[in-house]
């Protein structure tokens, strides 16, 4: 089971929204995941890859 890294809800696997997930992979290999409203809300901190504590 995973959990958004950013406001902690769970991902369930068998939810339709399951697909609206996003992975993200840190420099040391670490897997992380966005629910969907998080992914959604903070595209553009992803994208330029700022490091999670930066986001607004
Ligand atoms: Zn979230």
């Known amino acids: 089971m995973h959990t958004c890294r950013h406001c902690g809800t769970a991902r369930d696997p068998d939810a339709a929204s399951a697909i609206a997930w996003a992975r993200e992979r840190d420099p040391d290999g670490r897997e992380h995941w966005l629910c969907p409203a998080c ?13 999670h504590e930066w986001w607004a």
Request: overall charge positive; hydrophobic content about 40%.
């Open 39 to 51: 992914a959604r809300r903070h595209v553009r901190d992803i994208e330029a890859k700022l490091p």
